[in-house]
Every structure is written in C-alpha cells, then in structure tokens.
C-alpha cells in the first residue's frame, strides 16, 4: 500500500493531471461575473432581496422586477446566456434598454437554453447595474445568468478536457499494460468521440432527452426510488442504476452551475462519454480474446544470440514497436479500427439516457463470460454475474446475459458431466442475476396485472401515433432493399421512401448513422460509401461462413449466443409492436459481428484463398476509413 502511494505521488502523470483540471476549473471559474445587492419585486409590488439571478418558487403570478448589480473583472465574458422561466419581457443594463426583438419569441421563454446575448456593447469592467422584466404563470420561476466563452474560449476548454481525457486514458491503458493496438485504437476511439462531442449539445440527436434527465432531477431531490405507479410513463418504468449515477453527476454540476442546464446537460453528456469508452475497451478486449486463438504460438527456446542481447539493451522505441505490432498483429488492428470507429457508436456516445452505460455493463459482462468460458475460472463467472446484474439494472434488455450464461452453463454441465460442481458454482450467480430481473421487472409486473400497462417492457401501442406504425407482413421482414439502402444515405422513421417498412433496411441503416440526417455534403457522400462498403462486408461475411469449421463456432460460443439472443429480442420487439425498432436498442451485436468478420477473413486464409482474404481486410479498412470522414463532415 505505501509502495503504491508513493508511486503515486511521483507519478508525472498525476501532476499534469491536477494542473489541467485546475486550468479547466479556473478558466470556467474566470469568466463569469459576479451578482451582489438583487431585489425582486412581484406583481403585487411586495420587495425581497436574493442572493442571485436563478430559479425559486413562484408567489404570485404576472411580471417580476429583478434588478441589482454585476460586476464584471478584467476577464469576466460580457457574453451571457439567460435563462428565463416563464418569458423575460425586457432587459436594462446601465440604464440601456436590450433590443431582445432579434430573439427569437421561442428562445424568450425556453427554460432549458434559454439564449445568448453579447453584452459587450452595455457592460463595463467594475459595477453594472441591471433590471430584468419577466412574466410568470405559477410554479417555478426566475432567471438565471451564466456567461460563456468565445469561439477562442471554447476551443481552448474543449483542448485542456482533450489533454486531460488523454491523460487519463493513456495512464489506464499503460497501468492495465494492454498491448500497442488497444492502445492506439483506444485513444483514437477517445479522439474521435471528443470531436463529436464538442459539435455536439446535448439536445441534438437525442432520444427521450427530457424523460431520461427527469428522472436524474427527481433522484436529486428524493435519492430514493420513485413510486411503482411512475412507471406508467416517462423513464421511471427503466430500472435506476444510470439515473442514480447521472443524479450524482447533476448535483455536483449544480455546486458551480446551479441551474444552467446547458452546463448540467454537456457533463452528462461527459457521463455517457466515460461508459462509452468502457464499452469500446471490453469490445477491444473481446476481440483480441478471440483472435489470440489463431495466433500462432512463438517457438518456447530460441538460442541467445549477440543480435538479442543487443536488441534488448537497446530496448526498441514506440514507434519501432508500432510497426512490429502493425506486421504482426494486422488483423487486431483492422478488426479493432471497425469496432472503435464505428459510425452509430460514435453517434451513442455523448447521447443522454442509460444506453451507454447498458453498452458498457453488457460487454464487460459478456468479456467475462468468454474467460469463464475459456478458463472454467469460477472468479470469472462471479464478476461475469455481477456486472451482469448491473447492465440489468441498467436496462431490462441486459437480461439477455442470463440466457447467455444458462445456455453456456448447461453446455459445460452436459458436456462434462460434472452436474454437481457447476451446480454449486452457479447458486451465487444465479440468485445475484435473477435479484436483478426481479427489481427490473417487479414494477412492470406489477403495474401489469393492475391493468395499469398493456405491455410488461413496451408501453401502450394505443397512444402511438399512427405515423410511427409500419407494416407486419413477411414482406417486411424477408425483404431488403439494396437500392434504397445504399442509394438514400440516410433513413427517416416517418418516410417510407427511404426503406424504413422493411426491417433489415431500417435496422442495418440506423445501424450505421443512427435515425438521424446530416447535411454536409461530405456526411452525405460518405455516408452512400460505408452504405455501399456494409452491404459488401455483409455479403463477405455470410461467404466467410460456409468456410467456417466448427472449432471456429464453437471458439465464438458466447459472441455468438449474445448476438443471436440480441437480434431475436429486437425481431421479437418489432413483431409485437410494429413501429420502428432502431439499432441503438442492440449496438453491443457489433462485437458479434466484428468477430465473425474476422473469423470470416481467418476462414479463406486457412483454406489458401489469400485474394479473399484480402479483399475482406480491405473493405474493413475502407469502411473505417469512411466512418471517420462520416464524423468529420459532421464537424
């Protein structure tokens, strides 16, 4: 223990890391003004003093005065976001009215973002005086006043948050001593995501944003689980293991952003980014188990010769291991670089909602079942169940990790034979997995035989719009559309033009890009591309598989298994309810088939088909190559 805290304290690393957060911390702390001597005066002329601008309980309705001083420093921004609830009426600064005509009426009474204003032309550096009209109709009200930087400010921010998210990546990868292509590919899945994210608010391409953040905001105020009866509607029917975690990260927020929901909003998006990461490492990890079956093993005694002694004391630089790692390791690094850089899990990383985190649980948990399936190692198992049971309480469609784990546990009992060891192995996971679907599923069940849900997951049917609601034939379901697929670069879930009646069109292009549209011109043509590349790597894949051997199926075991009972859990959801299922509900299957892609390459190696196994590790990399152009026409 002193050893490691004495590490600790003489590691660089740690240092850089103080000082960059501490920049971060200062730089945001630094441009904000200061607010002192506010009075507020309701509509029945009755006066107060507050500490502050923001939001409290409403006393009466009709217009609100707020007025008091801001004092602005030599490096306060005079570029302010207010945020009125309900309707800011007017504003006065130094006595100058703001011409708030060029805001839009919207931007006037949004109680989320409110709008920005430059003020550089009514404030001063020292004391400012302001007053602020605004209507109020009950509830909540208020304004509230955050400054922000700009453009030369946010790009400074998001560079020290990139130095430190790196910082902090690559200190957990050396630490884990993981090999150079899950290195690399890891910090450039980071990268890549920061990019997204820093273009990227959180209201833009969300789903559900407001159900998912209410249920963080009523954790804050209650820490305890809501009501059965909430699960009626909203996010409440989600079990709460995200939401707690997002409650934690909302309230520290609101210690320097009280309620700027801009802010509270990007630090949840931070939040989804770290469970992204944690979803590209197992995945990486997953991948490389899997291909360290087909590596060939090295000779055990090679004799010593002068060229080793000296290779050792020279001790080979990164850049010289790098491309040792590119020669030997080629397939890691293609295989891995369609996982990490795969278009739609970009697009999930920085989005709200318990998705990431279910991602993250579901392949930790599944990496653990490959050891426990590979090694017999009880300990396995036990962090296999365990994890397990948190992606359950993350998200009911965890559950499918105990079909995965009852189905290789009573392959390995037959199997064997030993029926009494594996019985006593499986007692403690068994009761930790099903303690988890029952707190999943108790709320539901029981709103269900209430009458009060018509489903026990999927909520009422009737109060779908009918828009939403697709055809449930075969044709539907056999059919894909290959035109329409890669000729429409992206699909919509309200036009039928764009494939969305058939379920592999709408599910394989949402697959790629989510079911959204960009308009840059290089999003759209890149976007036609990896279309085009996906529908031939699928193509190749299925070819793969006839070369399969079954040492290879059965090496696959448990990807396999997770692949299947996801894909049948999303048909099964589309014939039950036909409206359009998109991919974020299964994205963990790409490691399924990452893996039988490269299986599928392995496969025409083994039997002396090099051209085809090629053209398979070529199509990979372009797709790559693509889906990182894909994200930068978004920037």
Not at 217 to 223: P, S
Request: hydrophobic fraction near 45%; glycine fraction near 6%; charged fraction near 15%.
């Amino acid at each position: 223990m002193k050893v490691a805290i004495l590490n600790l304290i003489k590691s660089k690393t740690l240092y850089l890391l103080i000082i960059t957060l501490g920049l971060i911390a200062y730089s945001l702390q630094s441009i904000q003004p200061s607010f002192s001597d506010f009075m507020l005066t309701t509509p029945s002329g009755k006066t107060q003093a507050v500490a502050s601008p923001g939001f409290m309980q409403s006393y009466e309705s009709g217009v609100y005065r707020l007025a008091g001083t801001i004092e602005m420093n030599q490096s306060s921004s005079s570029i302010l976001r207010i945020i009125p609830d309900d309707e800011i009426l007017s504003l006065t600064v130094n006595q100058k009215n703001v011409d708030l005509n060029r805001i839009p009426h919207e931007q006037r009474k949004d109680y989320n973002k409110g709008f920005i204003y430059d003020l550089s032309d009514y404030l001063h550096e020292g004391k400012n005086q302001i007053e602020i009209l605004y209507s109020d109709q009950g509830g909540m009200m208020g304004i509230v006043i955050s400054a922000e930087g700009d453009a030369s400010f946010a790009k400074l921010t998001y560079l020290l948050l990139t130095i430190l998210a790196i910082l902090i990546a690559l200190k957990l990868v050396n630490k884990l001593k993981f090999s150079i292509p899950i290195k690399v590919l890891f910090i450039g899945a980071l990268v890549i995501r920061l990019v997204y994210f820093m273009v990227t608010p959180g209201d833009v391409r969300d789903h559900d944003l407001g159900d998912h953040i209410g249920y963080s905001e009523y954790l804050t105020q209650h820490w305890m689980p809501p009501p059965v009866d909430y699960a009626i509607g909203g996010a409440f029917f989600h079990p709460p293991l995200y939401y707690y975690t997002g409650a934690i990260v909302y309230k520290a927020t609101q210690l320097i952003e009280p309620n700027n929901k801009v802010a509270i909003y990007r630090v949840q998006q931070l939040l989804s980014l770290v469970y992204s990461m944690g979803f590209v490492l197992f995945g990486l990890m997953i991948l490389n188990e899997l291909l360290n079956l087909y590596r060939k093993p090295k000779l055990e005694a090679e004799p010593i010769t002068p060229a080793h002694v000296q290779e050792v004391q020279e001790k080979p630089g990164f850049i010289r291991r790098l491309c040792k790692s590119l020669k030997e390791d080629s397939l890691l690094w293609i295989i891995g670089a369609l996982f990490a850089f795969w278009p739609s899990a970009i697009i999930h990383s920085v989005r709200i909602g318990n998705d990431p985190l279910l991602y993250f649980l579901f392949t930790a948990s599944l990496y653990y079942i490959v050891l426990w399936y590979r090694h017999d190692q009880k300990r396995d198992l036990m962090i296999a169940s365990i994890v397990g049971a948190a992606a359950i309480l993350t998200k009911a469609n965890g559950e499918i990790l105990v079909a995965v784990l009852g189905v290789i546990g009573l392959y390995k009992m037959i199997s064997t034979k030993q029926w009494a060891t594996y019985f006593k192995m499986a007692i403690v996971p068994c009761v930790v997995m099903l303690l988890a679907v029952a707190i999943t599923v108790g709320p539901g069940l029981m709103l269900k035989m209430q009458g009060k849900r018509d489903k026990l997951y999927i909520d009422n049917i009737d109060g779908l719009s009918q828009a939403n609601l697709v055809g449930n034939t075969a044709t539907n379901y056999f059919w894909f559309d290959v035109k329409i697929f890669i000729t429409e670069p992206f699909t919509d879930p309200y036009d039928d033009r764009m494939g969305r009646q058939f379920f592999w069109n709408y599910l394989g292009k949402t697959g790629l890009f989510g079911e959204f549209k960009y308009p840059s011109l290089m999003s759209i043509n890149t976007a036609v591309s990896t279309s085009f590349l996906a529908v031939l790597m699928f193509i190749y894949m299925i070819c793969g598989l006839y070369y399969m051997a079954r040492e290879d199926f059965k090496r696959m075991t448990p990807i396999l298994l997770s692949g299947f009972f996801l894909w049948a859990g999303v048909t099964y959801m589309r014939m039950t309810f036909p409206a359009n299922i998109d991919f974020r509900y299964i994205v963990p299957i790409l490691v399924t088939f990452c893996g039988l892609y490269a299986v599928s390459i392995l496969s025409f190696e083994r039997i002396g088909a090099t051209r085809m196994a090629n053209i398979g590790k070529t199509l990979s990399v372009l797709f790559s190559i693509s889906s990182v152009l894909f994200i930068l026409g978004i920037v």
